[in-house]
Every structure is written in C-alpha cells, then in structure tokens.
C-alpha cells in the first residue's frame, strides 16, 4: 500500500518518485505485454470500433458485403450447393429462386453497381444430372460391398421355413 502524499510534495512529484520507486522494486518487470505495440485505435478511421468488435468477437464479415457480391458469391457456388440438393425439383426451385433475386437486385440502383449474370438454369440442371447420377453409382458400389462384406445370409421367409 502506498503512503500519504507529503503536504510539501506536489502531486506531480510524488507520483514520479511512486513510480521511480515501483521501478527500482521491479514491479513492472515481466508484465503481459511488456515489449509489445500498444493496439491504438487509427483516428483517421471512424469506424476503428466496429472493426474492433469484429475481429474481437470473431463474426462472420460476408453479411457486410453489399447485396449484388452475395449474389455473385452465391453464384460461383451453385454446384456445391446444387450437390447436395436430392430431387430435381428441388433444383429447379432453387435456380429460379436465385435468378429472381439476381433479377431483382439488377433492377435495384441503390449501392455500388456490381455486374451480375443470371444463372444458365438448363446448363446447371444438366451438370446437376450427371453429379447426381455418379453419386448414385457411388452409392450403389458402396451398398454392394458393405452387402458382400456382410455376407449374412438372407432371411427366408415364412413360407420357405415351413417347405424346407
């Protein structure tokens, strides 16, 4: 605990002899940080706090982004997406879907102008058909083996059982 100020000391004076004294003691040695750049906001960025809390909390940045560059992200994703969709119907929906919205934001004149394409629907069900079709096949051969390496005779039925 540190003692009284002398009243014939000023202030200034007697928090440097504080330090000056904490500093002999070696109370600032080996402190977290110590040797490190001190992380000061930028003053000629005024959105340095939101930056901040972003990287502090770890959030996901593409919900910034405007919304013709979701689209564009979107769209460089529509095989990936479009795998792991079941019916055809399904894709069929899903195309027409995000054709409307591209649509819809091409109409838009709000917000930085980004060029977006629509999605070639027929090309994309196309390669959707040959995907889905070798997974298919996949998943076959993979049903087959596991049969093969169960090798569990099958069950008879009722009838078999009685005329046997």
């Known amino acids: 605990m540190t003692s009284r100020k002398p009243p014939s000391m000023s202030m200034q004076d007697w928090v440097d002899h504080q330090v000056r004294q904490a500093e002999k003691d070696g109370e600032f040695d080996d402190?977290?940080?110590?040797?490190?750049?001190?992380?000061?906001?930028?003053?000629?960025?005024?959105?340095?706090w939101v930056k901040d809390f972003i990287r502090r909390e770890n959030?996901?940045?593409?919900?910034?982004?405007?919304?013709?560059?979701?689209?564009?992200?979107?769209?460089?994703?529509?095989?990936?997406t479009v795998a792991k969709m079941?019916?055809?119907?399904?894709?069929?929906?899903?195309?027409?879907d995000l054709n409307k919205r591209i649509v819809l934001a091409i109409r838009d004149t709000?917000?930085?102008?980004?060029?977006?394409?629509?999605?070639d629907a027929e090309a994309a069900l196309a390669q959707w058909?040959?995907?889905?079709?070798e997974w298919l096949e996949n998943r076959r051969r993979a049903l087959a083996r596991a049969a093969e390496e169960a090798d569990v005779p099958a069950k008879k039925s009722f009838w078999q059982r009685i005329f046997s």
């Open 31 to 48: 402190l977290p940080g110590a040797g490190k750049p001190l992380k000061l906001a930028d003053q000629h960025d005024p959105d340095w």
């Open 59 to 80: 959030l996901d940045t593409e919900a910034l982004l405007p919304p013709p560059m979701l689209l564009r992200k979107e769209k460089a994703k529509v095989r990936e």
């Open 86 to 96: 079941r019916r055809e119907s399904e894709v069929r929906e899903y195309l027409e």
């Open 110 to 119: 709000t917000g930085p102008v980004i060029p977006v394409g629509k999605v």
């Open 129 to 133: 058909r040959v995907d889905h079709e």
